[in-house]
């Protein structure tokens, strides 16, 4: 079946302007995480969602990210005022259940010139 | 707060050799610890997952252990090829007050190259 897809592939945006990441998971998972992978360090997380909540969002690092999934599947990640340091590949991940395996989509690359 | 390290950084080694990769992690609290792979500008890969109640497991060619009392995990890659040149990332699911899965911790991965 079809895996974690993430939209789009490559971001590059000026600093100051507002964007948008997009996940759809796995068919059916209810549990959805994203991470941040800055370049040579592994991923980190931000937030995680079950359903349509955000059960955890102790990751975000400031509040110009924000994140929603309103019916409970596809989550934006939202990025206000961006700056270069947001500059990252970002990561999706869904699982069936809270506790189960995680799986990946391919990223985001996010730039900010 | 849980961190986990890898070494060596990178690793480079001839086709057929054997070799392990190593992670550490300062919490022994863990819910289960991965063993991914990430090919240059790709997502993550899961290669193997051990339970925290378990000591090791395989596939293939990889076999992973794990050590929850020390906070190490070891990955065993045997007659290593060429297509196995990957960053190698360990990551830890923690556990949170109530006893549940809780988020994925990284290490910062270790960059294998296998020659010819």
């Known amino acids: 079946g079809a895996g974690v897809s993430q939209t789009p592939s490559n971001k590059v945006t000026e600093k100051g302007k507002y964007v948008e990441l997009r996940c759809d998971p796995i068919s059916g998972h209810t549990a959805l995480y994203w991470y941040r992978q800055s370049l040579g360090q592994g991923p980190e997380f931000l937030i995680y969602f079950q359903g349509t909540g955000a059960a955890d969002d102790s990751g975000l690092p400031n509040d110009r990210f924000f994140a929603v999934r309103p019916e409970g599947s596809v989550s934006t990640l939202k990025i206000q005022r961006t700056e270069r340091g947001d500059s990252a590949v970002y990561l999706c991940?869904?699982?069936?259940?809270?506790?189960?395996?995680?799986?990946f989509g391919p990223g985001t690359r996010l730039t900010v010139t | 707060k849980q961190e986990v390290t890898q070494i060596p950084a990178a690793l480079s080694v001839p086709e057929g050799e054997n070799l392990v990769l190593n992670c550490s992690f300062t919490?022994?609290?863990?819910?289960?610890l991965q063993w991914f792979r990430q090919d240059p500008g790709k997502g993550l890969t899961s290669l193997l997952l051990i339970q925290s109640s378990q000591r090791e497991q395989t596939s293939g060619r990889l076999n992973a252990s794990l050590d929850k009392s020390s906070g190490r995990s070891t990955l065993y890659i045997a007659a290593s090829q060429p297509g196995d040149s990957a960053t190698y990332l360990c990551?830890?699911?923690?556990?949170?007050?109530?006893?549940?899965?809780?988020?994925?911790?990284f290490g910062t991965g270790t960059r294998l190259q296998v020659t010819l």
């Open positions: 919490d022994s609290a863990i819910y289960n």
């Open positions: 990551a830890v699911r923690g556990v949170d007050s109530t006893g549940t899965a809780s988020k994925l911790t």
């Open positions: 991940a869904s699982s069936s259940t809270r506790s189960s395996e995680q799986y």
